[in-house]
């Protein structure tokens, strides 16, 4: 099984940064995708974006496209979100979650098979 | 607005069975990508549900169960007990390979 720590969330300003932060531990980390999710104040989840083991291939959200960084250090078992330029409405609890691969017949697919606690992000001046 | 529609609530009594709906459309699931569920316990992280459609992980009782047919899906739950009280969530793909949620579905155990 795998364990998932967020850290780094807080208050800041419109048009501020923050960096995100998730400890894994359990497994070894560079064998598998990395996501983040985030739920807005009493709103449904929203995935962000994704990152594979090797790092080498990353995906975001047209929604933080252009604004957010994912990355990850498997040296040091830690998945990032690096987030600029940052709204109002990126105010939410940020996930984040191991994935695993689930073999469809159109495709390979990932699915989100453990979650971190998540950390608040709050946005707001 | 969610890519996937769930109805926002359903109820049952103890003991019952209840279904909730995840519909997609053709760019989605009805292009076949498969659909996972997650329940969220109020106040808690997610946890992973049924994957690949109809599995269930190591842990998960048997009351609950997945299906898929179309551009929807589906996840039963029978011998409802108060603790399965929670928001549930469906996800799967888009063609552009996005992962895509459902809005999510209250149940309430009257």
């Known amino acids: 099984e795998v364990q998932l720590l967020e850290s780094g969330g807080g208050l800041v300003q419109p048009g501020g940064s923050l960096r995100l932060s998730c400890a894994a531990s359990g497994s070894t980390f560079s064998s598998y995708a990395m996501n983040w999710v985030r739920q807005a104040p009493g709103k449904g989840l929203e995935w962000v974006s994704a990152i594979s083991g090797s790092g080498d291939n990353i995906y975001y959200a047209d929604s933080v496209k252009g604004r957010f960084t994912i990355s990850r250090d498997n040296s040091k078992n830690t998945l990032s979100l690096q987030m600029n330029s940052l709204r109002a409405e990126d105010t939410a609890v940020y996930y984040c979650a191991k994935a695993s691969l689930w073999f469809g017949e159109l495709m390979a697919q990932y699915y989100f098979e453990y979650w971190g606690q998540g950390t608040l992000v709050t946005v707001s001046s | ?110």
């Open chain 2, 1 to 110: 607005q969610s890519v996937l529609t769930q109805p926002p609530s359903v109820s049952g009594a103890p003991g019952q069975r209840v279904t909730i709906s995840c519909t997609g459309r053709s760019s989605n699931i009805g292009a076949g990508f498969d659909v996972h569920w997650y329940q969220q316990l109020p106040g808690t992280a997610p946890k992973l549900l049924i994957y690949g459609n109809t599995n269930r992980p190591s842990g998960v009782p048997d009351r609950f169960s997945g299906s898929k047919s179309g551009t929807s899906a589906s996840l039963a739950i029978t011998g409802l007990q108060a603790e399965d009280e929670a928001d549930y969530y469906c996800q799967s793909y888009d063609n552009s390979l996005r992962r895509v949620f459902g809005g999510g579905t209250k149940l309430t155990v009257l």
